[in-house]
């Protein structure tokens, strides 16, 4: 027992209640009115918002955006809610219409329609709920089941529905659902298998398992904004900075096109040891998101654009140079002037992004005079590629002692009025630096019933020892006596 003075404890105990006192009675005065207007009375749901919450969007809206619903006021704040959630999904925002919320009602009205069972909507029914995010199935098949340790009755019907290639890259290319009556009541619901099997060496079935959760990440994916990430890319794009841990590159080409316009050629080379690949369906996959904006001298957007590309390609089996890079080609219609060009590369299975920020300039192909576009030079003749207009071979790097194949268009070329021809000569100079390195013979070429027309050449790399070059080729209207010319500049490597 201590032997501290009793009075001692007395008057401590004094102290803290006399402190006690003095705190409630400073602190728990009768409340004084706030000098500030009391904040808004919140109104309650009306029966349209919580159906909205939670018979409409369920699947799709996030717990951030269902919180920020519930904390609003009153019902003016929460349709200017609604009407930006929705604007928030639209995939073209130009149009009037919005897609993704026509589409998602269309999915509602159908669930409800061919899938609800007695009392439950079908909306809120398994395949109801799969139909809504992912959309109808590319396949459906029905399996009649008669001895399945995990259905509960004979007789149970089985059905599987297998989606590929949808639009969202981070789904993978191809999966399934299976949904199981078990009862024969039309209510089918997703099946699990996670049931005890007494003859089985683990008590649960690991595949089933991996395979529900496969199917859970799958829907967690599809309730997520589709545009979100072209949102993030947007803001990443319009800043212009710069990132390079996807290091492609990007050529332009300009050639005539319709009307007044021109045809710009967007020639994209990505490295694909910098990408991450997936095994889909046991091939190699890679899966892209490119971002591309336009804008004027002013720094004004003109236009953007986005587009999904998947590819495969093994490059354990694949030694060629050729498969190293993947090429991506993209034509635009510019009317003449210049441009800045903004891309972003989007690597969609590590999440690496690259960009570059150019300057392009198109010319004026609709005017009177001799014209010749821009050049492409190939490493693959036209004829052996599958698809010319596709340029799916363009390069500006060329081993030495290897053929190079080049192409351009001439425009406005004069025809002789007796006989509707006409005659160009084509003379290519290549040079390192100041020093003529080649000069071949002349190409003579006629032309016939049109002013424009498309020449084609070849040539071995003879004695082009490695480093850059610049091609002029000049090309001269016999009829009209009038020459014009180009150039282009390209590398030659060690074979």
Same mark, same amino acid.
């Given at each position: 027992m201590s032997g501290k003075n009793p009075r001692h404890h007395c008057r401590l105990w004094s102290t803290i209640l006399l402190a006690l006192c003095t705190f409630s009675s400073f602190y728990?005065?009768?409340?004084?009115?706030?000098?500030?207007?009391?904040?808004?009375?919140?109104?309650?749901?009306?029966?349209?918002?919580?159906?909205?919450?939670?018979?409409?969007?369920?699947?799709?809206i996030t717990q951030a955006e269902k919180e920020l619903f519930l904390s609003l006021p009153n019902e003016a704040e929460r349709g200017k809610f609604i009407e930006n959630f929705w604007k928030k999904r639209d995939p073209k925002p130009e149009t009037p219409e919005n897609e993704f919320k026509i589409a998602y009602y269309r999915r509602i009205a159908f669930a409800n329609k061919f899938f609800g069972v007695s009392s439950i909507p079908g909306w809120k029914t398994d395949r109801g709920r799969v139909f809504i995010l992912l959309g109808p199935p590319n396949e459906i098949q029905n399996d009649y089941l008669s001895s399945r340790e995990s259905i509960s009755q004979p007789g149970a019907v089985k059905q599987t529905w297998t989606y590929w290639n949808l639009p969202n890259p981070n789904l993978p290319y191809s999966f399934e659902f299976t949904f199981v009556d078990r009862y024969g009541t039309g209510n089918y619901e997703l099946e699990t298998s996670f049931e005890h099997r007494d003859n089985a060496s683990f008590p649960v079935d690991l595949e089933a398992v991996h395979q529900y959760f496969n199917q859970m990440e799958i829907l967690a994916e599809a309730m997520r904004n589709p545009w979100e990430k072209a949102e993030k890319l947007r803001g990443l794009i319009t800043t212009q900075v710069n990132y390079d841990l996807v290091p492609f590159s990007c050529d332009v080409f300009s050639r005539k096109g319709s009307a007044e316009k021109a045809?710009?050629?967007?020639? #994209? /080379? !990505?490295?694909?040891?910098? +990408?991450? =690949?997936?095994?889909v369906d046991g091939k190699t996959t890679y899966s892209l998101t490119l971002m591309l904006s336009l804008s004027n001298e002013l720094g004004q957007s003109l236009m953007e654009k986005t587009q999904e590309v998947s590819f495969e390609r093994d490059l354990a089996k694949d030694l060629s140079p050729e498969a190293s890079k993947y090429f991506l080609p993209l034509s635009l219609p510019l009317a003449p002037g210049n441009y800045g060009l903004h891309l972003l590369l989007l690597d969609n299975f590590s999440g690496k992004i690259g960009t570059i920020h150019?300057?392009?300039?198109?010319?004026?192909?609709?005017?009177?005079? #001799? /014209? !010749?576009?821009?050049?492409? +030079?190939? =490493?693959?003749?036209?004829?052996?590629?599958?698809?010319?207009?596709?340029?799916?071979?363009?390069?500006?790097e060329f081993k030495s002692e290897t053929e190079m194949h080049l192409e351009f268009e001439v425009y406005n070329v004069t025809l002789e009025s007796t006989t509707k021809k006409?005659?160009?000569?084509?003379?290519?100079?290549?040079?390192?630096?100041?020093d003529l390195i080649a000069n071949p013979p002349p190409l003579e070429q006629e032309v016939e019933a049109t002013t424009d027309c498309l020449v084609q050449t070849s040539l071995r790399l003879r004695s082009f020892p490695p480093g850059e070059y610049r091609l002029r080729i000049e090309v001269t209207d016999e009829v009209a006596a009038l020459c014009c010319w180009r150039e282009t500049s390209f590398r030659v490597i060690q074979p």
């Open positions: 728990l005065k009768p409340a004084v009115a706030s000098p500030f207007p009391q904040a808004q009375k919140k109104e309650p749901l009306s029966e349209a918002s919580k159906q909205w919450l939670e018979e409409v969007v369920p699947y799709i045809q710009a050629i967007l020639y #994209l /080379t !990505i490295p694909v040891r910098s +990408l991450e =690949s997936r095994i150019k300057q392009a300039s198109i010319p004026n192909f609709s005017s009177a005079e #001799l /014209t !010749i576009s821009d050049i492409l +030079l190939s =490493s693959a003749s036209p004829a052996s590629q599958a698809n010319r207009q596709g340029f799916s071979s363009l390069s500006r006409g005659r160009l000569t084509v003379k290519l100079f290549f040079y390192r630096g100041n």
